[in-house]
């Protein structure tokens, strides 16, 4: 009997601060004599900020600093601002070549401690959707797997917007964080089939499907605050 095995890895970054990607490891025992062992996935999300002097969004932005290093009490912003804040995800070496999607949750705590979800006229993203696209499930997924080749996807986003006119007094002194969760699973043996399949059909994602459910063991997470 075939079977499909498929590996997942599951990272989160929050607010800004670097995440580290997470191994998922799963071993099946058929027999005592016959061991089948399932690779790994390991990626590591890139949150980056573009250097002075620097013009546009060269090859090399890995090598960006972090944003973190830059600005590890957080970034000061005023209504009007544009930070530099570019996320991607980079397919560490001996990984499984996979498929990588990320969910971004931002939100807004005011003084008084309240939460506020944010519109899009109020603080903005410059989405690549032209690499990315937003599947139905509210997931950005990456149109190619990465590979040893190509393994680092294209940044998801690189700055964001503060727009002047629609922050107004009640947010002076409030605290905006970015939470970024991002998901791998395997490409191998996991690309759906014909010419006009998309993205959100690829099968594995942590939780979300019965392949993925069948394997808990071999799923790990990170949060870091």
Sequence with gaps: MKKRIFIAAVLVLVVSLAAYGTMAYLTAKETAHNIITAGSIQVELLDKTQPEKTDGIEENFSQWPDFTAVYPKGMAVMPGTEAS???????????????????????????????????????????????????????YYYRTPLTTENSITAPLFTTVSFSAPALGNEYKGASYSIKIE????????????????????????????????????????????
């Excluded at 804040?85 to 990588?100: E, N, P, Q, R, Y």
């Excluded at 003084?111 to 032209?130: F, H, I, K, Q």
């Excluded at 959100?200 to 994602?205: F, L, P, S, V």
């Design 85 to 139: 804040k570019l996320v991607a995800v980079k397919k560490l070496d001996g990984s499984a070549d996979c498929w990588i999607r990320i969910r971004i949750m931002d939100s807004m705590t005011l003084t008084d401690g309240s939460v506020r979800e944010l519109s899009p006229n109020e603080v903005a993203m410059n989405l690549d959707l032209v690499n990315w696209v937003e599947g139905a499930d509210g997931w």
């Design 182 to 225: 991002v998901q791998a699973v395997q490409s191998d043996h996991n690309t759906p089939s014909g010419d006009s399949w998309t993205v959100d059909e690829i099968k594995g994602w942590p939780g979300h499907s019965s392949e993925a459910s069948s394997a808990p063991e071999g799923d790990r997470s990170s949060e870091n605050q």
